[in-house]
């Protein structure tokens, strides 16, 4: 049954955002919408109703300390590829770096 509660509550959020996403322009940010909020939204929704609020607090700390590790991830990216002229497969991996780093630097000293 939990199955089934996942699925339909995954699959209503994920057809809200993506009617959401396919409203914008330009499309490329589309994809931004499609998937990562969704299923952030399911998962918190369900750890409310299996674990309760405490928890789901906790884990939407968590998701924000790694959402804001991404955004410092996709700073670090554009930089190396507009500024330095890197090829973007190489800045890819070299700021994958910056992510680890802030998503760990996150976790010690407001998460722990």
């Given at each position: ?23 914008l322009k330009p499309?490329?940010?589309a ?23 405490m928890?789901?607090?906790e ?5 924000m ?11 670090a ?6 500024r ?9 991996l070299?700021?994958?770096a ?6 760990a630097?996150?976790?010690f000293?407001?998460?722990?």
């Amino acid at each position: 049954m939990s199955y089934l509660f996942r699925f339909l509550i995954g699959g209503s959020v994920v057809c809200a955002f993506a009617s959401l996403a396919d409203a914008l322009k330009p499309k490329t940010l589309a994809g931004i919408f499609g998937a990562a909020p969704s299923v952030a939204l399911a998962t918190l929704a369900l750890t409310v109703a299996q674990d309760g609020k405490m928890f789901a607090a906790e884990e939407a700390r968590s998701m924000m300390a790694g959402a804001a590790a991404f955004v410092l991830y996709a700073f670090a990216c554009l930089q190396l590829i507009a500024r330095l002229r890197w090829r973007v497969f190489h800045a890819a991996l070299a700021s994958l770096a910056v992510w680890f780093t802030s998503a760990a630097a996150l976790w010690f000293f407001l998460l722990r």
